[in-house]
């Protein structure tokens, strides 16, 4: 149990263009969605957290209009990287949690902006 | 102020060679500590849970254990399947279900 997916698990696509990304919690509600995103041998930068229905609440730092979340059900999380630039280029991961319980990770997705 | 410190950063083992990796913590109100697993380019892989002092919790040869201020996660008698980075989160005091992570730990055991 408890397994979340995300799609793609890889993207590249061209400086200025948009790009979505898919979390969803295969075998439970999830209450909660997080954003993550990983630079190479870092460890998780926590993006924004979403609950279903409400707007999500974004880490400090973290620009509200370049990063869209949005979740529409208790078992679907999207982000949307808006014109994107190569400094966007990161490993991003979410997770999912079915109250305040643990948290559940998908596998990531590596988005590569030329 | 880092609430979360790991250590080692890096950690070489031979097969077999039981060790430990610490995670420290300064957060209040500690409403669980978490371990995961994470292997290169997946996301992390749920390990324990840990909610108080004196808890310890086991799966094959990992034993996480909890203090008031730290949190080990032993291995015994390492293989190499068990190479990854090992990561430490805690989740604060308060209503977030945010997690602070750690840098984690890398683990390398060689056979």
């Known amino acids: 149990g408890a397994v979340v997916s995300q799609h793609p698990s890889w993207v590249i696509c061209k400086s200025g263009t948009s790009v979505k990304i898919e979390c969803r919690s295969l075998?439970?509600?999830?209450?909660?969605m997080f954003w993550y995103r990983q630079f190479p041998k870092q460890s998780l930068m926590l993006m924004a957290t979403?609950?279903?229905?409400?707007?999500?609440?974004?880490e400090q730092g973290v620009e509200k209009d370049k990063f869209l979340i949005n979740h529409a059900s208790l078992t679907l999380s999207t982000l949307t990287v808006t014109s994107a630039h190569p400094e966007d280029s990161s490993f991003y991961i979410c997770?999912?949690?079915?109250?305040?319980?643990?948290?559940?990770f998908g596998p990531g997705t590596r988005l590569t902006v030329t | 102020e880092d609430q979360v410190t790991q250590s080692p950063e890096a950690l070489r083992l031979q097969e077999g060679e039981s060790s430990s990796l610490n995670c420290s913590y300064t957060?209040?109100?500690?409403?669980?500590l978490f371990w995961y697993r994470q292997d290169p380019g997946k996301g992390p892989e749920f390990l324990f849970t840990?909610?108080?002092a004196g808890e310890e919790k086991e799966k094959e040869r990992l034993k996480a254990t909890l203090t008031k201020k730290e949190s080990f996660l032993h291995i015994t008698a390492p293989k190499p399947e068990d190479s990854a980075t090992y990561l430490c989160?805690?989740?604060?005091?308060?209503?977030?279900?945010?997690?602070?992570f750690g840098k984690g730990t890398k683990l390398t055991v060689n056979p």
């Open positions: 075998d439970f509600q999830a209450t909660t």
């Open positions: 979403s609950n279903e229905g409400s707007k999500a609440t974004y």
């Open positions: 840990l909610y108080s």
């Open positions: 997770s999912a949690t079915a109250g305040q319980y643990e948290q559940y």
């Open positions: 957060v209040s109100g500690l409403r669980g």
């Open positions: 989160a805690v989740r604060e005091g308060g209503g977030s279900e945010k997690l602070v």
